[in-house]
């Protein structure tokens, strides 16, 4: 799992929307995302962060060759050391042991009670598509979302065989609107790895010629705890709130 820039640029804007001066802020993630940027890209993305806490990737030039971004851009910065550096405790989750995770979990069935409504920055960098039951999945991340939190998917749109599924648009705009949550954010994501860039995509209107080896990026806001329910789709009557 790995994020790219520009979705390191859009955790950077929502952490300036959370109060991150006043306490540590709790970000849960659906597996390790390695961190696809340099670390000297940080102070431009976080310009708040403590540069004694950062650490760089022993094994960057692997990481760097597995994802596809050239040599010159240099080490990686650890995952879990950017996250202290920006204010953030995150706890790391999986269904196996890859890479740094702090527990075991298994996204196809309902998490345990004590990530309900704890966290300010769910992310899933690119797990719920690997998981069967991904409605399930999904409505893991959303229940863990804290009042006024955030949650943010990386998911492939146009990325065949790459999981068990690729996501349209509708899905998460549907989801999230009627489940008292306020889109911030959806779009597409392509390109190659040291450029990617995002893509304006329609939320609900069918649409043709999709980016090839597309991500779909949604990020959306907690604005009401509520119990989360299965949507209806907006192209058969599903309506926000």
Request: a neutral charge.
């Amino acid at each position: 799992m790995a994020l790219a820039l520009p979705i390191i640029q859009t955790i950077g804007a929502i952490i300036d929307k959370l109060p991150a001066g006043t306490r540590r802020l709790k970000v849960l993630s659906l597996a390790h995302p390695d961190l696809l940027m340099s670390i000297d890209q940080i102070p431009g993305v976080f310009p708040k962060h403590d540069p004694a806490k950062l650490k760089p990737r022993a094994d960057s030039a692997d990481v760097r060759k597995r994802h596809g971004l050239p040599d010159n851009i240099g080490n990686l910065p650890d995952t879990r050391s950017l996250f202290d550096a920006i204010g953030c405790d995150i706890t790391i989750v999986d269904v196996v042991e890859a890479g740094d995770v702090d527990r075991i979990v298994d996204l196809n069935e309902p998490l345990a009670a004590e990530y309900r409504e704890e966290f300010d920055l769910v992310l899933d960098p690119g797990t719920v598509e690997h998981c069967f039951n991904i409605g399930q999945a999904i409505r893991n991340a959303a229940t863990s979302v804290a009042a006024d939190g955030f949650v943010l998917h990386a998911n492939p749109m146009s990325m065949f065989n790459h999981g068990f599924y690729n996501l349209n648009p509708t899905l998460f705009y549907d989801f999230y609107s009627q489940n008292g949550f306020e889109i911030q954010l959806i779009a597409a994501m392509t390109g190659p790895a040291a450029a990617r860039k995002f893509v304006d995509v329609p939320a609900v209107k069918r649409f043709r010629n999709a980016p090839p080896e597309a991500r779909m990026i949604s990020v959306a806001r907690r604005t009401e705890l509520r119990d989360i329910r299965w949507p209806t789709q907006t192209k058969y009557g599903g309506k926000p709130g």
